[in-house]
């Protein structure tokens, strides 16, 4: 798994130096992997070196069996072989979405290295032991704040958070907090992955990632 790190703020000139860098030198076939999770671990890092707040931000959108779409920010967890990993709650909007649709797309914007990747596929359960795992790696706070939370539900107020959550601290007291049963990750596996790249005069670089029947990977170019 690609573990994502948090960071610092770099400084604003040192940011747009570095946005004109990418831009002059542009994207092409022949500077991209032929592995767009590999391409996209290079472009993570590149993020994480320029001290960028949260670059595993990303914005995951789903749709009802119906087609009607909702969209909300979440944070990468990690990317392998499979695809791109995310954490939430089974009862959440987005996993009822994602039950009744597994299609899902992905944005990740890094507006300060003028950049943009947009991943598109389909989403399936991680298991069991696996989220455990992750689960066990989150602050107590977090953990204790997953089974404290009816996510999406409708609530009359904060309180009744604050209290479950004492509740749930109570219970778990000096011992180690279980995995939800209701909680758990997702891996989006891609069949469309596209790098953009800013450049001068909105003549942008677009070269998107097509997965073929045989799983081999074609590259095409797009107009900006």
């Given at each position: 798994?690609?573990?994502?790190?948090?960071?610092?703020?770099?400084?604003?000139?040192?940011?747009?130096?570095?946005?004109?860098?990418?831009?002059?030198?542009?994207?092409?076939?022949?500077?991209?992997?032929?592995?767009?999770?590999?391409?996209?671990?290079?472009?993570?890092?590149?993020?994480?070196?320029?001290?960028?707040?949260?670059?595993?931000?990303?914005?995951?959108?789903?749709?009802?069996?119906?087609?009607?779409?909702?969209?909300?920010?979440?944070?990468?967890?990690?990317?392998?072989?499979?695809?791109?990993?995310?954490?939430?709650?089974?009862?959440?909007?987005?996993?009822?979405?994602?039950?009744?649709?597994?299609?899902?797309?992905?944005?990740?914007?890094?507006?300060?290295?003028?950049?943009?990747?947009?991943?598109?596929?389909?989403?399936?359960?991680?298991?069991?032991?696996?989220?455990?795992?992750?689960?066990?790696?989150?602050?107590?706070?977090?953990?204790?704040?997953?089974?404290?939370s009816?996510?999406?539900?409708?609530?009359?107020?904060?309180?009744?958070?604050?209290?479950q959550?004492?509740?749930?601290?109570?219970?778990?007291?000096?011992?180690?907090?279980p995995?939800?049963?209701?909680?758990?990750?997702?891996?989006?596996?891609?069949?469309?992955?596209?790098?953009?790249?800013?450049?001068?005069?909105?003549?942008?670089?677009?070269?998107?990632?097509?997965?073929l029947?045989?799983?081999?990977?074609?590259?095409?170019?797009?107009?900006?």
């Open positions: 798994m690609y573990n994502f790190l948090k960071t610092n703020i770099m400084d604003k000139d040192a940011i747009e130096d570095l946005k004109n860098h990418y831009s002059q030198i542009g994207l092409n076939k022949t500077n991209l992997d032929p592995d767009p999770l590999n391409q996209f671990k290079s472009w993570f890092k590149d993020a994480v070196n320029a001290n960028l707040f949260e670059p595993g931000a990303t914005c995951l959108s789903t749709a009802t069996k119906e087609g009607q779409p909702s969209a909300r920010t979440v944070l990468l967890k990690g990317v392998d072989k499979r695809g791109f990993l995310f954490f939430s709650n089974y009862e959440s909007r987005k996993a009822q979405e994602l039950g009744q649709n597994p299609r899902a797309a992905l944005v990740v914007a890094w507006i300060e290295l003028g950049r943009q990747i947009c991943i598109s596929g389909k989403v399936s359960r991680i298991s069991k032991d696996e989220s455990t795992k992750y689960f066990h790696t989150r602050p107590i706070g977090s953990q204790l704040s997953a089974w404290a009816p996510q999406s539900k409708v609530i009359n107020n904060r309180h009744i958070l604050e209290k959550r004492l509740k749930i601290e109570k219970k778990f007291h000096g011992g180690k907090i995995l939800p049963p209701f909680w758990g990750g997702y891996c989006l596996t891609p069949v469309t992955v596209e790098f953009w790249q800013s450049r001068p005069n909105r003549l942008h670089d677009r070269l998107r990632y097509k997965r029947i045989n799983n081999e990977w074609i590259i095409e170019r797009l107009a900006p």
